[in-house]
Every structure is written in C-alpha cells, then in structure tokens.
C-alpha cells in the first residue's frame, strides 16, 4: 500500500527544494545577527564543525539541519537585508523586471542574456568536474538543473542553456495562384531549433544518496579540522598533536556519533533499565557477560621443539575494532525470556547458555578460552558463530542449549554512518601518508569501543551490552578468519586477542597483504612469536 503524502510534507520537500543562499551569504547572517557557530549549531541540531564547513563552502546543508537552517537564514534576511552593491545581479534582475515589457525577439533569434548574468560561472569542485545540488530552475533559460552557479542558484552547466523556440504567429492564407512557382531550395526556410529536453530531475532514492554523501563530506571536514588545528597549534611537534589529538578522541568522536543520528528516530541516550549481569559488582570486578576472547596455541607445535623447521607467520587484522562497528544491536529495552525465545535474526542481546564440547584441537574454540566449563553469559554476536558453526553448511559442533536471554529487537545499521565515515577517513590517512590522521581516527574508534561502557572518561554514553556485542564481534571475525586460513590448507598455530592470527604455510596464498579493513599485514612485535618465525612439532597427531 502506498504511504499517504500529506499537503505538510509536499511543503516540506518544496521548502527543502529552494536554493539555498551562497556560503558567503550564510557568514554574513550569521555575522550581522552577532550569533555564533556554536548557537547556530544547536539550534538546528548540528555539530559546530559542520556549520564551520557550510559557511566556508566545504559542503553543503542536508536534511535533517538542511530545513531549520534554511528557517533561520530566511528569517536573519528579513531583519538584515544586503545592501545592493553596484552590479549585484539580483537588483538587477528586479531593476529589469519593472522596466517596460520587452518585445519579443523575432524567430530564431535567442533572447538576450541580462548583464547581471553574463558574468555568472558554474561551479566546480576541484577535479573541475560540475557540482550538482537541488534542482530548480536555471537562472538563464528556465529549465530545470540540478547544477549550480557560483552564487548558489541553479544555472546549466557550461554553455548547455538553449532557447526556448518562440511562438511562430500564424500565417494568413494566401489566395491561390494558378501556377506556382518551384520553390528555390536555397531559399527554403531553415528548420527550427528544437526545444531544448528538461533535465532529469533526482529520484528520492538518487537525493537519498547524495544527501548522504554530503553528510559523509561534513563529517571528514570535521575530522580533518581537528588534525589541522592541533598541528597548527602544536606548531610542528608531532609528538604534540599526537598528544592533544588522542586526548580528545573520545569528546570529538561522540560528536561524530551524535552527528550520524541527528536524522534517526531512536535516541541512543535514553538508556534503558539493564539487567544486573550487565552492571559491574565492583569498580575492580567485570560484569557476568563473556567476550569469547581467544588465547588459542596448537598442543602440536611449539618454538622450543627439538627441531623446529616449520615457518610460521604472524599477522594482524586491520583496524579489528573498526570492523566490527558492523554488529547486531539491540535498540529497545531488553526484556528477559527462557528458552530460546528471545532468539532471531532481528533480535540481539546477551543469553545465557551451555556450549556443546569442541572436539577440533587444531582450531581454536569458538566460544574462547576459558577456565571453567558450564554455563556462561555470552553476547548475541557469540551466539550467531555457535548457531552458524553447529548449522549443515559447517557441522563443526552442536547447537549450544540456551536457557534465558534478555534481547530486544536490533539493527545491523546503527554504527554504519560512523562506521563509514571513520573508514574514509583511514583510507584518505593511508593514501596521503597522513600519520597524524591515522592515529586520531584509530584513537576515535578504539576509545569509542572501550569507553561505551561504564567510564569515567565517556559521560554521554552507556551501553555495556553494546561494548560486550562489539568486542565479541571483532573476536568472531578473527575467528572467520582463522577457520579460512584451515580451508586454504594453511595450520593455525595461534590465534590471540582480536586481531593477532599465526599460520604456517604461505599467508598470501590466503589472504590480501595490505592496509585495507579486509586485508591482513605481517604483525612485529617485542614478542619472539613476531614477524617470521619457526616452530617445530611436539607429538603426532591420530
């Protein structure tokens, strides 16, 4: 069925469709109302970053601050209206508006450009190519654009506006001759120009998209701010910037987050009642829950083998964290059920349950190495690995027997814009050598992780289920990760942390060497288990 469209939204979506004034314009509103970026950034919903970057141009307002901003520009115009300069092309559109009724220009010929727009440029990103923005009428011709001019209104790109045909008046009859006269093909009337084709307007899907560019574009803009200011405050000592960037990594990449929801309807900060297995006895002693975090060495290979003539490899997952920001979450309040009825795809939490025996001494366990057997309070990402490795594609293990949970309905999406973004951001670090920006975007994500629980360093959050799932995520990828590395042939001599894999054989024939989030590097350490090394076997396996 299809949605009901109110009259209030097709305003809202045209109100969303004007143009909106140029940066300059928005730094001077802002200037003559003696507002700051920090008022304006709370009163639209917005980071004080992004507002930085909408009036100096480095992006452009989207929706959700796209409308209020708009509101509050609309309403500072009317109390500080620009003076009208010499040559201002809007006076001057207004100026030839009240003149007397121009006559039209005869067939053929294309109406004279206005001298207030011979000068008007499209604008242009820095690979020269033409910026697209919300469509509207081109200034010139008054056919629909997605492309703008350099003052923000829309305006074809390069010389692409064509006249409309003009209106041919009708021809009288002529009286009939009695013999015409053939008709000189050099004189024949040449055929008119064809009107030129609307340009296609946007799809809500193809706007969608853009808009969430755009949001991307304003979050890299607030990362790369805070690397620039810190080296240009710390004045070439990197040493410095590291420091100042690191300490605020955690104030700066909750902003980050706080941007990517400021569109979602549900409100991370309204935590909801936690059971107490998720609340820490002591501020010494953890919760109840278990991370599955692995300490796995092979019982047949060892480094003080009598001869040790095995070449291993130690390597390392990149950015183990980062990746796992892609889990299930619960969204909602997490209500307790027995069973396996707190159980689905869409549902995620914490559940209490007694895993199956492991009988694969050569791989690592799933559920991690622990001390005690029975019963264990593990996440919804553990629990996903255990029901795919006990399903028919694997059959490494039976199903685990699960007795109580407290889950609530969940999304995969949630972290995905910071996700994203934090991944460009490393991207755009290792493409330009960029040390300072490399290490603040993984002191963002790391910390994020770390301090989403019970900190005193992160105050604007608390979510330990959350911190538990996405730890236990990034040790089920390693998990992955080593069981690929047994397919390809390769021996999993040891698999430690969340991000640290040991095999024999030859690692590339596996694996991508690379920085990239799905490839892996040689991991060196201080450990003698670093880089390269050699092992040699201490029994028989059968």
Known sequence: MNEKVSVESLLEEARLAKAMPPPAERLRLREAAGLTRDQVARAVGVARGTVQNWERGASEPTPPGRLEYLRLLEGLAQLYPAPEAPGDPVAELLAAAKSSTPQPPAPGVAPPVPAALTGLETLRGPDGRAIEGDPGPCVRCGVETTYQSTDGRPLHSGAMCQPTAPAVPPTPPTPPTSAPAPADPASAPAPASASPVPARVPTRPQRRSKSAERAQEDLLGMIRDAVREEAERAGGDEEAAVAALEKRAVPDVMDLFAETRSSARYEYTAYPTLPDILHKPTKKRPDEIWEARPRFRHPDYSMRAARADVKVTALDTNAAYLSALKCWLPIGRLEHTTGADGVGPKRSGVHLITP????????????????????LWVTDATLRLLLRLSGPKYGLTGAPEIHESWTSGATENFLDALRKALSAARDEALTTQDVLLEMYVKSMYSKFVSTMGESDTNRKIYRPDWMHIVRAQAHANLWSKAYKAHQGGLEVIAMLGTDELHVTGDPWSVFTEGR???????????????????????????
Do not use: C, F
């Open 356 to 375: 199956a025996q492991w009988a694969h001494p050569h791989l690592p366990d799933p559920i991690g190495d622990r001390d005690e057997p029975g019963a």
């Open 516 to 542: 990239a989030l799905s490839q892996m590097k040689v991991k060196y350490s201080d450990a003698k288990a670093s880089g390269e090394y050699l092992v040699g076997k201490v029994k028989t396996n059968g």
